[in-house]
């Protein structure tokens, strides 16, 4: 009983939550220190961006359950509003530019109220279904009005106009480093939102929906409004994402609406962990990392996601979250030594076996996509040609003995594992059965 | 007249198409409860296959080949990797296929590139069938409504009148109980998943001449018969195929339809000029609405019906 008085007991100045916020700003804070180059700044810039989406996207569907196929409905009309705002302001409108990212969470919040009563009516795969419906709908829906949506061509506006005081001060958001800062305390700001969302009652109730709506209905909450106001929540930090993506890119395309940056919201926030409030920023940054950097390497990048995504889904359903959470229990339990070697062995195998496979894609991709541009091509440095059956066999070759290799190792981590998790669980019931 | 007849004729043809899709989706999800949102690759990767079969022998020889192939890939598929997710719910086996639909889309491209491919009409159903006043209806139109009624019929035979189907019908609504009278319920599930594949690879067959074989082909209808479903009522067949050919025939009507609310407004005596409010909606003409109407119908149907024309639950 006095265990369970103590999980729902709020402590405002609990001390680890203080070094944790602390560090966080910090971090946001100091970052651009770390970024030498202009991209590194952009790069930045699009990570904060994305883990608001990421995290507002994580309310629907760790916390509430609801797998959406249409999330960048939100975060993209949010963008078009606040540019229409913002060319408001550049016309004369006294509203000081800081303020536009609320103008898009604002836009997001209505858009929310207005499709989220369509999407809400129904709950789980239906649900997902609808989102999807509706995405499209606004997708197309945007074609044809290009007063607003600006057609194929989209609109553009300007960040450094308006007025205001603090443009006096300098604060025109010319130099990209001004807008590195807004985005950072809007993130800052959105995060402590959001995690305090999670601990208000509506988050609570949204967690009983997502585990168990039957029971929460009969406890007698109704679990539709419960979804319809996670809905209108969630859009409106998606909102607030999109007026920062208008300030930071200051132009917005139809293509901000399409289905497939929405399925990048459900991807990268999957892979990041949908069961911890900080897994959605890991995917936010993935998703930075892939969209940006690894499609510069490698025209097959989607190719390598799908496959980790289903990876990930089928053996590590908690994401990259999940996976950092349970290594640091081994850690805490002193089990986490004896995964070293099976650790090594695995990523060695493994990495053995993905330079196969990636060798067969690229070279595919080279004779298939590339073919103006010969068919010689790297892969992690090894020169190989499309057109030679010797490298066609060597990467079969490394492909079948690291497949092999990386399976049998993969057995003898899973074996270590499992044995590591009994001794956690054994240790956990010592030490439960001594407080008793 | 004449529009009416050969729009109605093609709206049909492409709304029984629609159902020859959204039926797997249909008898997977209600069996399984996984919505395949990998169904409309499988889609088109039945069109690939059956254009690289038919490069290799002919379109006859794919039309029965391409099918199995995918009802295999689709069954190695449902054993290897959705069945483990089956423990994690259904949240997990859906992500699970809309990895897939990435998966496909993007071997599709490193396999055939990523221009359309010349994926043709066999010469035997070249040519039009009959004329009707000035325009024709092709004799391969025909060729799709006969194929879709061929397994639209085999369908209903199948789940109605032999005893895998009664299986089927049992685990259905009853898996526990039906495992427990001694039937393997995953190898039921395996074969449904398997036999959804394949309704999809034959649609694919059939419809990626007609329309066309490109890696745009699967996004360009699985969100449409994702609405099939939901409009149809989760989980009816019946409703799935008033649906589909509901969507067919409107979308087929519209897109030859350049009526706009301007016209409309005018014959009752009312002027909308660019000055008017909401001139950018009155100047829409049905045939460019035509891409929205599916979900617009979805929309309406939530609103006024949310458990679809022949849904049972509302949930």
Known sequence: MSSILKALHFKPLDGVRIVVWSAFALILLLMPLAAQSSFALTLLCLTGIAAIACMSYNMLLGQAGMLSFGHAVYTGLGTFVAIHAMNKIVGGWWVPMWLIPLVGGFAGLAFGALLGYVTTRKAGTPFSMITLGVGELVFAAALMFPEFFGGEAGINSNRTGGSGWLKDMGLTFGPQIQVYYLIAIYLFICTAAMYAFTQTPLGRIANAVRDNAERAEFVGYDTRWVRYLIVMASSFFAGIAGGLTAINVEAATADLLHGVRSGGYLLFTFLGGVGFFFGPIIGSILLVFALVVLSEFTKAWQLYVGIIFLIMVVFAPGGFSALIMLNLRRVKYGEWRKMRWPYVGMFFFGLIALWGFAALVEMAYQIQVAAGSGTALTVARIPLDAASTSSWLIAVAVLIAGGVAFEVSRRKFQRVWNEGEEHIAEAIKKAEAAIV | ?315
């Open chain 2, 1 to 315: 007249m004449e529009f009416f007849t050969i729009s109605l004729l093609n709206g049909v043809s492409y709304g029984l198409l629609l159902f020859m899709l959204s039926a797997g989706l249909t008898l997977i999800f209600s069996m399984m409860g996984v919505l395949n949102f990998a169904h409309a690759s499988f889609y088109m990767l039945g069109a690939y296959l059956a254009f690289q079969v038919s490069e290799w022998t002919n379109f006859w020889v794919a039309f029965v080949i391409a099918p199995v192939l995918v009802a295999i890939l689709g069954g190695l598929f449902e054993r290897v990797v959705l069945r483990k997710t089956h423990k994690f719910g259904h949240v997990a086996e859906l992500l699970v296929t809309f990895g897939l639909s990435f998966v496909i889309l993007e071997l599709v491209q490193l396999i055939w590139g990523r221009t359309p491919v010349d994926y043709k009409v066999p010469t035997v159903l070249e040519g039009s069938l009959f004329k009707l006043y000035s325009s024709s209806f092709p004799v391969y139109r025909a060729f799709m409504m006969l194929v879709a009624f061929a397994m639209l019929g085999s369908l209903f035979l199948v789940l109605k009148k032999t005893r895998i189907g009664l299986v089927i019908q049992a685990a259905l609504t009853h898996p526990e109980t039906t495992e427990a009278l001694g039937h393997n319920v995953p190898q039921v599930f395996a074969l449904v998943f398997a036999g959804g594949c394949a309704l999809a690879a034959l649609a694919g067959v059939i419809g990626g001449n007609a329309f066309i074989t490109e890696p745009g082909m699967a996004q360009a209808v699985g969100a449409i018969i994702f609405v099939v479903v939901v409009v149809g009522g989760m989980g009816s067949l019946a409703g799935a195929l008033i649906a589909s050919i509901l969507i067919g025939v409107a979308q087929t009507f519209a897109v030859g339809l350049d009526w706009s609310f301007i016209g409309g407004l005018q014959t009752l005596g009312v002027t909308v000029t660019p000055e008017t409010f909401g001139y950018p909606v009155w100047k829409l003409k049905i045939s460019q609405v035509a891409p929205i109407l599916p979900y617009l119908l979805l929309v309406v149907m939530l609103v006024v019906r949310p458990k679809g024309i022949m849904g049972t639950r509302d949930e």
